[in-house]
Each structure stands twice: as C-alpha cells, then as structure tokens.
C-alpha cells in the first residue's frame, strides 16, 4: 500500500525549530558524520527527490522515510541558500571528523612554539573553509576579502597562543593546556566577522513569512554574525576546557606514563565525543532562520517596508548562516 503523500511538505523541518531542543534534533540529524560518507551519486539522487517533491512529482511507490533520507542528506551536503553542493570539508557534518583530528593535535602539542604555530594555523585554515562554506551565499565575498580575513584570524590566532604559551610559562601546567582555547576564541571573534564582512557593508537579504524579499540590512547581518560567533565558542569550549583537565589527571597514571604514544590518540578520540555532541547544541543555540522584529531594522528599510506593503509586516527573517 502506497503511502499518501499529498500532504507532505518535504521544507518543512521534523522537529519544531522554535526550541531549542527542537533545533538541536534537527542539527543531530543533518550533521550527521556518517553522511560524509556517502556517495556523490546518492547525494545527486537526494537533490532530485527533495526538487521533485517541492513540485507535487513522486514517482510511484516513494515512501515517506525515503523522503526523509533524501532531505537529511540534502540538508547535510547542499547550501540552503543557492542549492549548490558544497565542499565536504567545509560541511558541518565534517566538523567531528575533522574538529577532533585538529583539536586533538592542538591540545597536546601546546608546549612548543613551532608546534602551536603549525597546529593554529591548521585550525584557522580549516575554519575559513567552513566559514565560508556556511555563510549567507546572498552576499558574495571576492577572494581579497577572503584572504584578508585569512590572514588576519590566522594571525590573531598565532599573536594569542604564543603571547599566551610565552606568559604562562610560569603558570601551572593545566593554565597552559589552555591556551589554545583562548587563541581558538580570539579568531573566531575575528575570522566569521571578516569572512562575511560584505553582509556588514551592504546588509543581508531579508524576506517576510513568505519569502518575498524586503530589503537588505547590516543590523540583522550583525545579530547573525554574532550569534554565529557565540556558536562557534561554545562548540568549541567543553572539550577544549574540560579535555585538559581529564588530561592532566590520566597523564598522572601509572600506565599512561608508560604509553605516551597513546596521549595524542586518546586525545583525538575523546574530542570528538565532545564535538560528536556539541556541534549539533551549538548549531541549535540560536535558529538558523532568523525572525527579527521590522521595528528593529533601519529606519529607512522600516519605511520602504511599509510602503511597499499595505499590510502591516511585524516580522522579517533571513538565514544567519551556521
């Protein structure tokens, strides 16, 4: 028996994106790291199932597990802005795989400068990329801007954690483990900001409840941006706080002493459990879609608003990124 489908509404999330628990279910499920995985040809076919269900065109016998499926990896490999499929490392559901490979490595080789220079700026390579994957594709950024910002979080970055290794020199050994937490948040406070510095200078697209564009704004660029940022630092801080802590206390074992060559590893391991659980209560600290109060915009977007509507509009949205 075939399964009715007139009713299904493939854009319209599985769990109530207006709690926070709502959203973290639904982060669970598209950043998935098992999806990096799959074949191109099965995220191809994803892309083609969720296009026809938006036009009412099924072929017979489709299930509506399928179409769960096919938006999970839809949602998990394309941009929800442009459609386009987008690079695998820069993907969230890349950020286990690769943030623990890297938060790992950052977290035990600290001690050295060559060491923390190197490893920084894998990190802050790696972040730009994801970035500018996951940014507001309405709003493009020329490659200078991009190397700018590059630059300059990379520096940042680098400034932090040697200025940091250098003043903690004397302090007890678990204040220098955390140093490259601090050097993590100083470029993220820095690296997003000037990744989408174009969605400050000429705003982002907002759109009313039924997606008509309304204008573009840097007050809702800014509020997206930073509350992109504050995901960013909380993803990234119960490992990198409480990682050294656990550490410093196995390294003190009998037989962790013995097996040093396991320290790295088991680092690497038990960051992502940490980021296996907080990038997806992370991305669910604040909704990916937007709703910001029109009294909030500028003035003048507020009057081009109201002119150009006879209905009164309370609300705007636009997609803050992630």
């Known amino acids: 028996m075939e399964a009715d489908l007139s009713g299904f509404n493939i854009d319209v999330p599985r769990w109530d994106q207006s709690t926070f628990l709502g959203r973290v279910k639904h982060f669970f499920n598209i950043t998935d790291p098992r999806t990096v995985l799959v074949p191109e040809w099965k995220l191809d076919w994803a892309k083609v199932m969720v296009e026809k269900s938006r036009l009412g065109i099924m072929p017979p016998g489709t299930q509506v597990e399928q179409l769960l499926y096919a938006k999970k990896l839809y949602d998990s490999a394309f941009h929800p802005d442009t459609g386009e499929k987008m690079n695998v ?3 969230m559901s890349f950020q286990v795989p690769g943030g623990m490979l890297i938060t790992g490595f950052m977290l035990q080789f600290y001690r050295t400068t060559p060491a923390v220079v ?3 700026w894998v990190n802050q390579s790696f972040n730009a990329l ?7 594709a309405a709003s493009p950024t020329s490659v200078r801007q991009m190397a700018l910002s590059y630059f300059t979080a990379t520096t940042t970055a680098l400034v932090t954690a040697v200025g940091m290794n250098m003043w903690t020199k ?9 140093v490259p937490f601090a050097a993590v948040a100083a470029a993220n406070c820095v690296n997003i900001p000037m990744m989408r510095q174009q969605e400050l200078i000429e705003g982002v697209c907002v759109k009313d409840k039924n997606q008509n564009e309304l204008g573009h704004s840097k007050r809702a660029a800014a509020i997206g941006i930073t509350q992109v940022v504050i995901s960013r ?6 490992g990198m706080i409480l990682l050294p802590v656990i550490m410093e206390r196995l390294e003190k074992l009998h037989c962790m002493k013995k097996a040093r060559v396991l320290h790295a590893p088991l680092q690497v391991m038990l960051s992502g ?3 296996l659980f907080m990038v997806p209560v992370a991305c ?6 937007c709703e910001l109060p029109v009294s909030y915009l500028e003035p003048e977007l507020q009057a081009t608003i109201k002119a ?4 009164k509009v309370p609300y705007v949205y636009f997609n803050k990124g992630l």
């Not at 994801?130 to 507001?136: A, C, F, G």
């Not at 150009?308 to 209905?311: A, P, S, V, W």
């Open 89 to 91: 490392i820069g993907r």
């Open 170 to 178: 004397r302090a007890p050994p678990l204040v220098g483990r955390w």
């Open 233 to 238: 630092i909380t993803m990234a801080a119960p």
């Open 273 to 275: 459990c940490f980021l």
């Open 118 to 120: 190197f490893w920084q």
């Open 308 to 311: 150009k509507n006879e209905e």
């Open 130 to 136: 994801v970035n500018y994957t996951n940014r507001n």
């Open 284 to 289: 669910g600290l604040f909704p990916q879609e």
